[in-house]
Structures are given as structure tokens and as C-alpha cells.
């Protein structure tokens, strides 16, 4: 009994270092969950969270089944009740007999971004009530893990509430989660199988559990529809954020949405008129971990954050606290998911991985080095980057230093027939350098210069 108990607490604290951790014994039937590299050791650990975030692989929708039952209502509002009545809780995530179940956005809807509920559980034998979870992600694997009974490890019955739907972000501090094929996938699991085999741990005896859905309000900005295709990751190929109609360094840009690749980062080139009221965030923005950084236009970094400073979430925020931003001027803002990385050209970090939750200019081995590539391997996501203190850049400015002079000439005239997107000379964002690119630069010639 007494080293039961021992690998019982090594379980628990493996689920406090890392949130991935609950769902690392897996079977066959989903595949292996996909999770990011875990963080060094000695990170704090999030321990004890009703509503924690995690990443897995990509989910299966041939394994889940359309909720049909219990207070499916209002279909056309907001929320969505769902009765949880003797839901059993049986093996750990991704085992073939757990309860897996899909709930359909409403109509209009395309974000989860609130819960609550009102449930009473049961954990059997050696059980305890604080092992019994439901995963709750979107199609891509990213959401959260929700655990009522989080602070009662022993078994017994036991009632939960929440009092009331809370927002996911002012109650917990957590990002919307956006649902790209209009779906939340629930799967019903143990933290810690007691029972292998497809035996039950635990119940859910009585309840409900309520979804709350929303809809994400447009961005000034958005990588495919605004800048007609993938941003590049390189100060070369980075997209301008730029508008016929809107001022140089004048008009401001407060959301920036695009999407991640496999081993992806994105990069935008912005205007920064006033160093201290510049901020860059995706708190309660990305359900996932990201990233944030910002170059100057020769690729030289300027200031970087992992974890939000003053938050216990994965997500970022930079601004000028640190003093790292010594002018107003064009910058690259880019974006990635832990642990890609900017390199340097001898393959050297531009920043050090730690610490985590800090706001720092560049301090790893090729910080006085620009850009040139990126190391680490993550998976795909949607962001929102919200923004303050940032403007829209001059169309035409090709070299991205805020005049639009003989060097972008040439630059589109070298590049002239070539097609693709992403091209930093396509200047119109069209898929072709042609003369429609010629142009813009010329009726723009001279301008911030």
C-alpha cells in the first residue's frame, strides 16, 4: 500500500510539471498524442488547476460521436448544456472505451470560450475524485483539461460547482479557443488508471457541464485574406502590413490573425511611432504556447517573451518595459510556437530558451547576430496577435526601412514574371511581379523617405 501511495504523489507531481502529463499513457486508438518538448525542470509547476490547458495530437472524428442528448439548448445562443448523467470515467486518454462525444458550435459561432458545471462524481475502490477528467480540444488537439474534483484525492462521492458559465479568460486566465471545423471534441478519461482494461475508475453520477461559444470579431489584419498567403519567417520574406487607404506609420493595426505550419513562425513587418506604448499579446488569445518576438528590419533582434510576465499561462506579451525598443522605426513581429526558435547563421540562439516568464532583449550566444533561420520542431495552430502602439507600413517600401526609394525599384524590377505567394516584391499581393507592382512603387516613390 504505502508504494502505491509513493507512485501515486510521482504521478500527480508528473501532472503539475508538465500539463501534457495526464495524457501520456496512451492506447492504440488515436495514435501516440503529439506533445511539445516539455520545459526544463525547474519551471513553475501549474499544479492543482481545475481548467488547465494542453496540447495532443491531432483528434480523430470517426472516434466521436454527435451529442444528441440531455438540454441541447438554445442551438442559436451562445451556451450549450450538456447532461453528463452517468457518463462513466474508465481508462486513461485516448484508451478505446472511453466516452468520446463531439458538440457542435452554434450557428454563427466559431470559438469556445466559457464553462461551467454542476456535477456530482464518484470514484470506486482505490480511485480517487481528483482523477476524473474530461479532455476538452478542438480538431487540432489544442484545448483544455477540466478536472471538478481537482482537490479531493480520495475516493467517495462528491458535488461540484462552478457557480455559473465564467468566461475562459476572466475566470481562469485562459485563451478562446477557436474551432476550425465548428466542433468541440470531449473525451471522458482517468489522470491516474488504477484499473487497466477497460475497467471503471470512477463515475460521473449526475449534472451537467455547460460550453460556452462566441464569435472572433475580424482582424485589422489577416495573413491569408490581407496579405494573400503565409508570412515569411525571415526579414526577407516577412509580409508588410500595408493598405492603399491607410497612413504610414499613421494608421494603427490592433490584431494581426494567421495560421502555423508544422515547424512554422511568422513574421510581419510593422511601424513602432512610440516605443513605450507599443504592446504585442496573444494572453487570452492562442490556446496554445506561444512565442513573440520583434527584429529590427536588418534582422537583428530586439526584444523577446515566452510566458506572459505576471501571468501563470503559456502565452506572450512584449512591450518596452525592459527598455529593449531604443527608437521608433519599422519592425519585424513575429510569432511561433515553443520551442522554435531564431538562429543566427551559424545555427547559434539569437535568445536563451530561460527563463521562460521574462521580457528580454537578446541574450543567447548570437545575440549580436541578425536572423537566419529557425531550429525545433512544433506543431500547427491559429493565433490572434493583439496589438497597441502599432501602425500600418508604406506599400512599396520592398527592403522594409521605411522609404520607398531606387533600392525597391529594383528590387521589383529584378524580381519582375517571378509568381508565388509570399514574394515581398508582389507588392499588390496578387501571386505575380508584374507592372501593377512597377507601378505601385512609383506612384509611392519618395514617400518616407
Not at 489522470?191 to 471503471?200: A, L, R
Not at 541574450?363 to 493583439?386: C, E, F, K, L, Q
Request: net charge negative; hydrophobic share 35%.
Amino acid at each position: 500500500m504505502q508504494s502505491r501511495v509513493c507512485l501515486r504523489w510521482i504521478g500527480l507531481l508528473l501532472i503539475a510539471f508538465c500539463v501534457s502529463a495526464p495524457l501520456v499513457a496512451q492506447k492504440d486508438v488515436e495514435g501516440k498524442i503529439a506533445t511539445p518538448p516539455p520545459k526544463d525542470a525547474y519551471e513553475k509547476p501549474q499544479a492543482n488547476l481545475i481548467v488547465e490547458p494542453v496540447h495532443v495530437g491531432p483528434r480523430n472524428p470517426a472516434l466521436y460521436v454527435p451529442y444528441r442528448g440531455g438540454d441541447f439548448s438554445p442551438a442559436d445562443g451562445d451556451v450549450v448544456v450538456v447532461d453528463v448523467t452517468g457518463t462513466p470515467s474508465y481508462d486513461s486518454a485516448g484508451a478505446s472505451c472511453n466516452i468520446r462525444m463531439t458538440i457542435p458550435a452554434p450557428a454563427g459561432r466559431d470559438n469556445f470560450n466559457g464553462i461551467g458545471w454542476d456535477v456530482t462524481l464518484t470514484a470506486f475502490g482505490a480511485s480517487w475524485r481528483c482523477e476524473i477528467a474530461v479532455l476538452i480540444t478542438n480538431v487540432n488537439g489544442d484545448g483544455y483539461i477540466l478536472r471538478p474534483g481537482v482537490a479531493d484525492c480520495s475516493a467517495g462521492t462528491g458535488f461540484y460547482s462552478s457557480g455559473g458559465v465564467g468566461k475562459l479568460c476572466d475566470r481562469f486566465g485562459l485563451s478562446d479557443l477557436p474551432l476550425p471545423d465548428g466542433n468541440l471534441y470531449l473525451e471522458f478519461y482517468e489522470t491516474y488508471n488504477d484499473y487497466p482494461g477497460c475497467v471503471q475508475d470512477g463515475n460521473w453520477d449526475s449534472g451537467t457541464i455547460s460550453f460556452q461559444f462566441g464569435t472572433t470579431p475580424p482582424p485589422d489584419w489577416h495573413e491569408t485574406a490581407d496579405g494573400g498567403g503565409d508570412a515569411g519567417d525571415l526579414s526577407h520574406t516577412a509580409q508588410l502590413i500595408t493598405r492603399p487607404n491607410a497612413g504610414h506609420c499613421q494608421t494603427p493595426v490592433q490584431s494581426v490573425q494567421g495560421n502555423l505550419d508544422a515547424s512554422d513562425a511568422d513574421m510581419y513587418v510593422i511601424c513602432i511611432t512610440d516605443p513605450a506604448t507599443f504592446v504585442a499579446r496573444t494572453v487570452c488569445k492562442v490556446a496554445w504556447d506561444t512565442q513573440l518576438f520583434l527584429f529590427r528590419c536588418d534582422g537583428t533582434g530586439v526584444v523577446h517573451n515566452d510566458d506572459a510576465v505576471g501571468t501563470t499561462g503559456l502565452q506572450s506579451h512584449i512591450d518596452n518595459t525592459a527598455g529593449c525598443i531604443t527608437e521608433g522605426g519599422i519592425y519585424l513581429l513575429a510569432i511561433s510556437r515553443y520551442n522554435r526558435d531564431p538562429v543566427d547563421a551559424n545555427g547559434q540562439l539569437i535568445w536563451n530558451n530561460t527563463p521562460f516568464r521574462s521580457l528580454r532583449c537578446p541574450d543567447g550566444p548570437g545575440a549580436a547576430n541578425p536572423i537566419a533561420g529557425w531550429t525545433g520542431t512544433t506543431t500547427p495552430g491559429s493565433y490572434v496577435i493583439t496589438l497597441q502602439g502599432a501602425h500600418f507600413v508604406l506599400p512599396g517600401d520592398v527592403d522594409c526601412n521605411g522609404c520607398i526609394d531606387d533600392a525597391d525599384l529594383l528590387a521589383v524590377l529584378f524580381a519582375f514574371g517571378q509568381s508565388g505567394s509570399g514574394l515581398r516584391e508582389d507588392v499588390n499581393r496578387d501571386g505575380i511581379v508584374d507592372d501593377g507592382d512597377l507601378l505601385e512603387v512609383l506612384f509611392n516613390f519618395g514617400s518616407g523617405c
